[in-house]
T-cell receptor, first 111, second 113 residues
Framework: SQQGEEDPQALSIQEGENATMNCSYK?????LQWYRQNSGRGLVHLIL?????REKHSGRLRVTLDTSKKSSSLLITASRAADTASYFC???????????FGSGTRLLVRP | SAVISQKPSRDICQRGTSLTIQCQVD?????MFWYRQQPGQSLTLIAT?????????ESGFVIDKFPISRPNLTFSTLTVSNMSPEDSSIYLC??????????FGQGTRLTVV
């Protein structure tokens, strides 16, 4: 079953704008990860943030984590048409290898 | 990192038949996972493929419908049995070490007619 929800379900922005996606989860976690999926293909890992971290950056990506609210956000700055994809958060527990995925956000970046 | 080869990449199958999906990893990994992604939906974990023992299935998934093999640390198969149109989905193989990122195959797009 899915761990949590993401919002918005779909997001359409102009190239150059920033895109923010939010993820909420239900149980305690060891880490939270974000993945991208192009056109129903395999997922690509973007960034991992551990439960004792509050913010992490990777290139144009910025992820925040608030464990008290059980939520995370992914910010993509200066978006490009190539960023068009579905984005998923996934959570991993303390002693479990398995990842549970959120509902996903479909991002469309218009040229 | 890990490179995963998954095949077939897509198939169209008749209802009532079975399809076996293969997943080959370029290195030995402890944990392999099978996910299903129904059209327009997120990923749902089907089962964890354990080497040397029976797979561990998630709620709503049973061995008779989705038998899994894991003969060694680099290979696994998932069979979708007695297929119906509701089984039309993308099936994804994944590997992961504890507290690290997961790696995915390119998926198998299954259409049941």
């Amino acid at each position: 079953s899915q761990q949590g929800e993401e919002d918005p379900q779909a997001l359409s922005i102009q190239e150059g704008e920033n895109a923010t996606m939010n993820c909420s989860y239900k149980t305690s976690i060891n880490n939270l990860q974000w993945y991208r999926q192009n056109s129903g293909r395999g997922l690509v890992h973007l960034i991992l943030i551990r439960s004792n971290e509050r913010e992490k950056h990777s290139g144009r990506l910025r992820v925040t984590l608030d464990t008290s609210k059980k939520s995370s956000s992914l910010l993509i700055t200066a978006s490009r048409a190539a960023d068009t994809a579905s984005y998923f958060c996934a959570t991993g527990g303390d002693s479990s290898y398995k990842l549970i995925f959120g509902s996903g956000t479909r991002l469309l970046v218009r040229p | 990192s890990a490179v995963i080869s998954q095949k077939p990449s897509r198939d169209i199958c008749q209802r009532g038949t079975s399809l076996t999906i293969q997943c080959q990893v370029d290195s030995q990994v402890t944990m392999m996972f099978w996910y299903r992604q129904q059209p327009g939906q997120s990923l749902t974990l089907i089962a964890t493929a354990n080497q040397g023992s029976e797979a561990t299935y998630e709620s709503g998934f049973v061995i008779d419908k989705f038998p899994i093999s894991r003969p060694n640390l680099t290979f696994s198969t998932l069979t979708v049995s007695n297929m119906s149109p509701e089984d039309s989905s993308i099936y994804l193989c994944s590997v992961r070490q504890l507290n690290t990122e997961a790696f995915f195959g390119q998926g198998t797009r299954l259409t049941v007619v």
